[in-house]
């Protein structure tokens, strides 16, 4: 370390960081600083707080992060190893598992060995660990997974597309999959096959079908859907849809752009609906704004589509909402 950043200097127009895009960085030797120049002030010394007993070092140590290591996926009936790493000197470690884990090994040791304790079904889970030092301090690391059989797969796509541009369909799949194995009549595959986003292009009067399989722990599930390639395209909003953030937690920022208030919200509103991955919608509603917001926070993680619609035009926008 040559020197350090110590904050926003007295011609700083932001002095409270309220907008730290206008902030000015004043930066100094670290070997200045070290003793402030000399300062008798301690608070302006690193060393009274780097030092504080007077041994003068010239390197400090540090200490990597720790963390779980290990698959997403516990099968059953086979094992599944986690590893805890970079564990500090001289602390002790307490794992622990969800419900539909069965211990195995491990216990007090870096590596804990867990396996699927239902062979029939599939769910999420998790195993933690707490490491503890000699001061009472402590700190939980957890991992998730998957345990046991596939969860159910869905294919989330448009019902209609248009044949003058490609379009994306995604698989959804409640369990994490090994292998996606994707079929397709009707449209050519333009990237993504064994993921979970195909990008397709097909001719305005195709009837697509677009199959997926996926697998996981030795089963797996299949998915259709079926999408009309329209030839005319209604017209679409003459602006862009802008969605944030994405992936959504809490909320979504919508915003129509370089679209004159004029060309519709004097006399018309926006319809609009957010859809879930099973077609459902799960939000309804109209406003005479270009900017607005939809609350995400009751809504489960997944891929959803936005629909906006004014008369016969439409613009729609894939979202992921992540908590």
Wanted: charged letters at 15%; glycine letters at 8%; a negative charge.
């Amino acid at each position: 370390m040559i020197g350090q950043l110590y904050g926003s200097g007295p011609l700083c127009l932001n002095p409270n960081c309220s907008n730290p895009s206008e902030d000015i960085g004043n930066y100094g030797k670290f070997s200045s600083s070290w003793t402030g120049n000399g300062a008798s002030d301690n608070r302006r010394r690193l060393d009274h707080w780097l030092d504080p007993v007077g041994t003068n070092p010239t390197t400090l140590n540090g200490r990597r992060i720790s963390y779980i290591s290990g698959p997403s996926v516990s099968c059953f009936p086979n094992n599944t190893t986690f590893t805890l790493n970079n564990r500090p000197s001289g602390t002790t470690v307490n794992w622990t598992k969800s419900s539909n884990l069965s211990y195995v090994s491990g216990h007090g040791t870096n590596s804990y060995v867990v396996e699927a304790l239902n062979p029939t079904s599939g769910s999420s889970g998790w195993v933690k660990v707490e490491i503890s030092d000699a001061q009472g301090n402590s700190i939980t690391l957890e991992k998730d997974l998957w345990v046991g059989e596939l969860g159910e797969l869905t294919i989330i796509s448009p019902s209609v597309a248009y044949g003058e541009s490609d379009f994306s369909v995604f698989a959804n799949p409640e369990s994490p999959f090994i292998n996606y194995n994707w079929s397709v009549s009707g449209a050519d595959i333009v990237s993504g096959q064994g993921t979970d986003e195909l990008r397709l292009s097909s001719e305005c009067g195709n009837m697509v079908v677009v199959s997926c399989t996926a697998s996981v722990c030795g089963s797996s599930d299949n998915a259709f859907k079926k999408i009309r390639m329209e030839c005319d395209n209604p017209a679409i909003i003459p602006g862009l849809l802008s969605v944030i953030p994405n992936p959504a937690d809490d909320y979504i920022e919508v915003f129509i752009e370089n679209l004159a208030e004029e060309e519709y919200l004097n006399t018309e509103k926006l319809h609009i609906k957010l859809i879930n991955n099973r077609s459902t919608p799960v939000y309804n509603g109209t406003t005479q704004q270009k900017k607005f917001q939809i609350n995400t926070s009751n809504f489960p993680e997944g891929l959803y589509y936005l629909v906006v619609q004014y008369k016969d035009q439409k613009y729609t926008s894939t979202i992921l909402i992540s908590h």
